[in-house]
């Protein structure tokens, strides 16, 4: 089952902040966040392990609430460069605690940052 | 730098032929990926390999078949490909164990089949 990302779609000018979610209807091992330019492959940004475990990169942030099984991506002050399409990629928590091995990834947010 | 390649950037296709779509990485990674990509839908799991000659089947298996017979090496193929099969195909690699490493990307292969 895929996670459910929101907003579809966000428009921002230069500087401004943007969160996108990511949620999951079944226990998570862990998330991870991919950016795609238009026409180029996805491009890693970051993976969060733990229950509320906080990520950033640049000022790209992350976190993951473990008991709500959602993640939120925090991009601040943006730049042009932000521009592009944000996926979510959750792998499942089995019941021994593990995870299964797949990467199961959202419909995607298409961020615009316009000067 | 990792490197994960797909044979053919764009390719048409007519309805009922048999089309590959081929993938290698160079990193020597265990586990490898396909997946579609279609418009509001997202990245959707088509199988995946976690060894030469293993398999799995992702979320959207039907229509679809795999095959790994080296390592680096991953194949996707469309036994009959119908019209609904037009899409963007991305192949992926990641290194075995927990599944909390990067996983690598193609710049994928827009196939249209008409």
């Known amino acids: 089952q895929q996670p459910v990302q929101s907003p579809q779609a966000v428009i921002l000018r230069e500087g401004e902040d943007a969160v996108i979610n990511c949620s999951s209807s079944?226990?998570?091992?862990?998330v991870h966040w991919y950016r795609q330019k238009h026409g180029e492959a996805p491009v890693f940004l970051m993976i969060l392990l733990k229950g509320g475990e906080q990520k950033g990169h640049d000022k790209i942030s992350a976190s993951f609430n473990e008991k709500k099984q959602q993640s939120s991506l925090y991009l601040t002050a943006s730049q042009l460069s932000y521009s592009g399409t944000y996926f979510c990629g959750t792998v499942r928590l089995n019941a021994g605690g593990t995870s299964y091995g797949k990467l199961t990834f959202g419909q995607g947010t298409i961020l615009t940052v316009h000067p | 730098d990792v490197k994960v390649t797909q044979s053919s950037r764009y390719l048409v296709k007519r309805t009922g032929e048999k089309v590959f779509l081929e993938c290698v990485q160079d990193?020597?990674?265990?586990?490898m990926f396909w997946y579609r990509q279609d418009p509001g839908l997202g990245l959707r799991l088509i199988y995946f390999s976690y060894d030469v000659k293993m398999k799995e089947k992702g979320d959207i298996p039907e229509g679809y078949s795999v095959s790994r017979e080296k390592k680096e090496r991953f194949s996707l193929i469309l036994e009959s490909a119908s019209t609904n099969q037009t899409s963007m195909y991305l192949c992926a690699s990641r290194r075995g164990g927990p599944p909390s490493s990067i996983q690598y990307f193609g710049a994928g292969t827009r196939l249209s089949v008409l």
């Open positions: 079944k226990a998570l091992y862990s």
């Open positions: 990193m020597d990674h265990e586990n």
